[in-house]
């Protein structure tokens, strides 16, 4: 089955440091994975996407990396700014899947404070 | 913004009214998306349009009724809900299904009392 597994559930951060959040993955065959941030109330905006090939890609202060082989990928945020406070979500696709091809995370909560 | 509207907002309604939710995509996209997003859980596919099609039904209650008039309306008809049913319903679009980004409208709360 395919499933998509984000830790931690939540997260308290305080202003001005860094953070990674996981995000593990089942889905197969594997076409791209993407990190969405939502605000509360909000739709998710997309903040990067991967392709099996691609093993970091930086959205300025948002680093995303993916392995791969071993199914993971992980967000990093560098001198976190109260605005960050959101739902971060990983999104996976499945490649000439039958059934519908993107697959969802819970998310990670996310709160900065000052 | 990202291209894709939803209106209302907000919405509470009780147990026997009938009501819609529209959405609208000015990107050009051939594929739209409804999902209900409820406390705590992973956002949950209901419908899904293709070129004015609907390719998917994800066993959704026919309390929840989809309406797809062009590549760029999708509305969500709604008549008799349960309590369980509040939450925040988002439409989204796609260059295609399965395909590119998927572009969020901002949602639509729906309470039901």
């Known amino acids: 089955k395919n499933q998509v597994e984000q830790s931690p559930q939540s997260l308290i951060i305080l202003e001005g440091k860094n953070c990674t959040l996981q995000c593990n993955y089942t889905v197969s065959p594997f076409s791209n994975l993407r990190w969405y941030k939502q605000d509360t109330g909000r739709g998710p905006v997309s903040l990067t996407i991967?392709?099996?090939?691609?093993n970091t890609k930086s959205n300025g202060r948002y680093t995303a990396t993916l392995d791969a082989d071993t199914k993971q990928s992980s967000l990093h945020i560098t001198a976190s700014q109260l605005s960050d406070s959101a739902s971060y979500i990983c999104v996976v696709s499945a490649r000439n899947s039958g059934n519908t091809p993107l697959v969802f995370g819970k998310g990670t909560r996310l709160s900065v404070i000052a | 913004e990202t291209g894709v509207t939803q209106t209302p907002r907000h919405l509470v309604m009780g147990m026997t009214n009938k009501k819609s939710l529209k959405c609208e995509q000015h990107?050009?996209?051939?594929?739209m998306y409804w999902y209900k997003q409820s406390a705590k859980k992973p956002l949950e596919l209901m419908f899904v349009?293709?070129?004015?099609?609907q390719t998917e039904n994800n066993s959704v209650p026919s309390r929840f009724s989809p309406e797809c008039p062009n590549s760029s309306h999708l509305f969500l008809h709604l008549h008799t809900l349960q309590p369980e049913d509040s939450a925040l319903y988002l439409c989204?679009?796609?260059?295609?299904w399965g395909t590119g980004e998927a572009f969020f409208g901002q949602g639509t709360r729906l309470t039901v009392v």
């Open positions: 349009y293709n070129f004015k099609e």
């Open positions: 989204a679009s796609s260059q295609d």
């Open positions: 991967m392709t099996f090939s691609e």
């Open positions: 990107l050009g996209h051939n594929a």
